[in-house]
Structure formats: structure tokens, C-alpha cells
């Protein structure tokens, strides 16, 4: 009987952990159209700010360290909220 108390509480606690989820992003392609150079007080470092724009014209802002290289037009893969 124990051990039978035992299995259901395993398969109840085990099934409570698992839900079926929708996925809430679209993937879309942005083109990168302008480059920035940001310098931060926190971390005292220089960062690019990437600005990417979609076919919808909304903006995405990425940071990324100076040694990566991007050029104005590059095309990337980019998550949009639905």
C-alpha cells in the first residue's frame, strides 16, 4: 500500500511539471541598418548597438562586443512577439 501511495505521488508531481505550450514568437529576417558605438560607466567597456529593422519597419536593438564585425545590410534571422 505504501509503495502504491508512493508511485501515485511520483506520477502526480511528474505529470504537474509538464505542460503543453504554444510557441508565442514569430521568426522573421531583419536587415541591419545602422551601427553605434556605446561606451557603458558599469562595466567600462565599448559596445556596437546594432539597430535591425523588419519588412514591418519595427526596430531591434543588439548589443555586441567591438571585436565583432557586421556590416550595414546584413540579413539575420530575428524573434517577434506575436
Given at each position: 500500500?505504501?509503495?502504491?501511495?508512493?508511485?501515485?505521488l511520483?506520477?502526480?508531481?511528474?505529470?504537474?511539471?509538464?505542460?503543453?505550450?504554444?510557441?508565442?514568437?514569430?521568426?522573421?529576417?531583419?536587415?541591419?541598418?545602422?551601427?553605434?558605438?556605446?561606451?557603458?560607466?558599469?562595466?567600462?567597456?565599448s559596445?556596437?548597438?546594432?539597430?535591425?529593422?523588419?519588412?514591418?519597419?519595427?526596430?531591434?536593438?543588439?548589443?555586441?562586443?567591438?571585436?565583432?564585425?557586421?556590416?550595414?545590410?546584413t540579413?539575420?534571422?530575428?524573434?517577434?512577439?506575436?
Amino acid at each position: 500500500m505504501k509503495t502504491m501511495i508512493v508511485l501515485l505521488l511520483a506520477v502526480e508531481v511528474l505529470a504537474s511539471c509538464y505542460s503543453p505550450r504554444e510557441i508565442q514568437v514569430d521568426i522573421v529576417s531583419a536587415q541591419l541598418v545602422h551601427i553605434d558605438t556605446v561606451f557603458h560607466y558599469v562595466n567600462e567597456k565599448s559596445q556596437q548597438v546594432l539597430t535591425w529593422r523588419d519588412n514591418e519597419n519595427i526596430e531591434y536593438i543588439s548589443y555586441v562586443p567591438l571585436q565583432a564585425s557586421y556590416t550595414v545590410g546584413t540579413r539575420m534571422a530575428v524573434l517577434r512577439k506575436r
